[in-house]
Every structure is written in C-alpha cells, then in structure tokens.
C-alpha cells in the first residue's frame, strides 16, 4: 500500500512539472477519442436508420389470373407456416385498384376506361429483420416463385443489397478508425512516457543505488499514463455530450431532416470513452517503460 501510495503521489507531482507536455498529450488523446466516438456514434445513428428501413422491406408476390379462392388459401397458409416470414398481407384485385386509385389522386379518371381489373392478387410479405441478406432474400423470392399459383415475385434487390453494402463499409470503417485510434492514443503516451523517463534518469539512478526495484521504479510512470489517458477521454466524452446536445437543441431548427437519423446516447458511452483513454494510454506507457534498458 506504501509503495502505490508513494507512486500515486510521485506520478501526480511529475505530472504537475510538465504539465505542458501533459496537457498537449491529453489534448491529443481526448481530440482522437473525440474522433472515434464521433465516427462510432454517426455508425450507430446510421445503423439504426438503415434497421427501420429494413423493417419496411418486404416480397410482393403477385398470384395467377383467376387463381381459386382454395388456391389462395393454400398459399396464405404456407406463407403463415414459414417460420423465416413475420407478416402476411393479402390484397385482393379490388384493394389494389383502389390503392392505385388512391395513389393517382386527380388522375385516377384514367382508370374508368378500362373495361377489367389489370392488377392481379398479390400478397406482400415481411421477413424477419435478421434475415435481410441478399442471397437469402433471393433465395427465398425464388423457392416462392416456383410455387404453384405465383406469377411473379418481386422485392427491392438491388436497393436491399445497396442497404447492405452501406451497413458493411460503415462498420468496417468504424473498425479500422478504432484501430488507427487506438494506435495513435498507445504512440502519443509511449513516446511521452519514454521523455519523462530521460528527464529523470538522474532521480532513476539514486532510486536504484537505494535499492529500489524495476516495479517500483516503472509504477509511476504507468499512473502517469493512465491519468493523462483517463483525462484526455474525459475531455472527449464532454466535448461529444456538448456537440451532441448542441445539435439536439440547434441541429433541428437548421436542418429539419436529421431529426430522423439523430438517436440518444446511452450514458454508457460517455463512460466508456475516459476507460477506455485510460487504458489505452496504460498501454502505451507499459510498452514505453518496458522498452527502456537502465
């Protein structure tokens, strides 16, 4: 207890005598924090419009000309069995003109010179939300499309695989942020720690002379590190929950259209980001320290 005593003190001291070093390292730490969680936050905010887009996707499957009511029936019911599908809809001939109708608005006159009804039966279905990969929606529109009774099936391909690919490049993209980051934060503390290091090589040397061991030589440092990182994460949460609240309060008035693409941030992120300065920076500062041959 004596020795983290004495190294929470030393750490503490040190740190206050170059604080202007200190206070540009944890500026660096906390403008790149700043950075990842801003990236990771547009990535969630992104991710939960692309989810509710997702949840309005479905199969149209339009029926046969003339399909029997008992054949109708049939397919509804293998449709309702289907454990992959959430929802199904029947529109009958009569509900899609009126739907067409209704869609037309002025110009639905257009229709009353048609002599029949030009739309088909159709039903529209609703896979599950964890199902909404390309192949396997076309898959399943192509096992539908061989049933007995369909004439066709359609669903939105291309702009399913578009809303895919966006989901992808944007998580991919988090990931190699936090990586380079996380490279960043560990470079700025190793390089720092390895400076205040040579600046007390003299204060080192008595330490050793008096017997003092690697540990307890290198356990300063290692606080040292993991302030500036907890600080600098710090600054980051703040300045994210400043730019965030920011936007709610101003963002709107400017440009409407975000209100749908803006989520709540769950407070554990903002908790998150001083831990996770921290440690990153701890682990700069162990690599630096256990470079160093004395």
């Known amino acids: 207890m004596r020795v983290l005593l004495y190294s929470i003190q030393s750490a503490l001291k040190n740190l206050w005598m170059e604080k202007w070093i200190n206070i540009l390292t944890t500026l660096s730490v906390g403008v790149g924090l700043l950075i990842l969680s801003t990236f990771v936050t547009v990535t969630l905010n992104m991710d939960s419009v692309l989810k509710r887009w997702a949840r309005s996707f479905g199969i149209v499957v339009y029926l046969d000309d003339n399909i029997s009511a008992e054949a109708t029936g049939t ?28 869609i037309l608005g002025k110009d639905a ?31 399943k529109a192509e096992e539908i499309e061989n049933m007995s009774g369909v004439a066709q ?67 300063p440092f290692l606080i040292e590190g993991l302030v500036i990182g907890l600080l600098g994460g710090m600054i980051g949460s703040l300045a994210l929950f400043g730019i965030h609240s920011l936007l709610i309060a101003k963002g709107f008035d400017f440009i409407p259209s975000i209100r749908a693409i803006i989520i709540s941030i769950p407070d554990e992120i903002f908790l998150s980001i001083p831990v996770a300065g921290a440690l990153m920076s701890l682990a700069g500062s162990f690599f630096a320290v256990g470079r160093i041959r004395y």
């Open 153 to 219: 099936v359609q669903y939105g391909e291309k702009w399913l695989a578009s809303l895919n690919t966006v989901s992808k490049i944007m998580k991919a993209s988090a990931i190699f942020m936090g990586g380079a980051i996380l490279i960043a934060i560990i470079f700025i503390t190793y390089n720092t720690i390895k400076i205040f290091f040579y600046r007390r090589k003299e204060e080192i040397e008595t330490l050793k002379l008096l017997g003092a061991t690697k540990s307890f030589i290198r356990l």
């Open 109 to 139: 006159s257009l229709l009353d010179d048609l002599k029949d009804n030009p739309l088909p039966s159709s039903f529209e279905l609703k896979l599950k939300s964890n199902l909404l990969e390309p192949v396997f929606v076309k898959k």
């Open 75 to 102: 397919v509804r019911e293998f449709f309702k069995r289907d454990p992959d599908i959430l929802e199904v809809t029947y529109i009958s001939e009569d509900e899609a003109i009126k739907e067409l109708r209704t």
